[in-house]
């Protein structure tokens, strides 16, 4: 039997086995089946049941319903922020929200995928949307205040995406910049 499809197989059933789709002797037979029988270290197959197709569909599934996930209770943050008159409490909750998408971040994000990119997009427009919100509530009739509010969060954009290498930070940093400035100039 070719490599890779013995070894397609034994990840399946080793996948079969953790999970208990098959009885455990079931899967001890099968292994030792398509191993023709060499025990499972000596082979020179990497046998994973993170490799089973199985799997990788599962995980797929858990990533795509984080991704929602997170992408709702953001935009259902954010639009609490903008809705309720109420200073404080909005103000905690958004701050509560910005600081657990920059701990999954940090703490569990491995590599830079959708999902990271996303939580990164989502605090940052987070702290946007509560500093705008301040300025219009303490500061409603100050456009000064409100400017120097979006100046500072195109400049904390433009320094993480230099920092961290983000493109999209440095692009909107950059870009927010130039429009704030343009519209200062001209309006």
């Known amino acids: 039997m070719k490599n890779q499809r013995k070894e397609t197989i034994l990840n399946e059933i080793l996948f ?15 292994s030792t089946l398509y191993a023709e029988g060499e025990e499972l270290a000596t082979t020179e197959l990497e046998i994973s049941s993170k490799n089973a197709i199985l799997s990788k569909e ?18 259902l943050v954010l639009l609490f922020l903008i809705s309720v ?15 657990g998408l920059l701990f999954y971040v940090f703490k569990f994000a491995t590599q830079k995928d959708i999902l990271t990119t996303l939580a990164y997009t989502a605090a ?3 702290l946007l949307g509560i500093s705008v919100r301040v300025m219009e509530i303490y500061l409603p009739d100050n456009p000064l205040a409100m400017h120097i509010a979006i100046i500072a969060n195109c400049v904390l954009w ?11 930070f440095m692009i909107s940093g950059a870009g ?12």
């Open 16 to 30: 079969w086995k953790e999970n208990n789709l098959l009885p455990e002797h079931y899967c001890d037979f099968l």
């Open 58 to 75: 599962r995980s797929k599934k858990q990533w795509i319903m984080t991704l929602l996930g997170v992408s709702t209770i953001s935009l």
């Open 85 to 99: 008159k109420f200073v404080v409490f909005p103000i905690i909750i958004v701050s509560i929200a910005i600081i």
């Open 124 to 126: 940052a427009l987070l």
């Open 158 to 168: 433009l320094v993480s995406g230099i920092w961290m290498r983000l493109i999209y």
């Open 176 to 187: 927010g910049l130039l429009i704030i400035f343009t519209y200062i100039l001209f309006f």
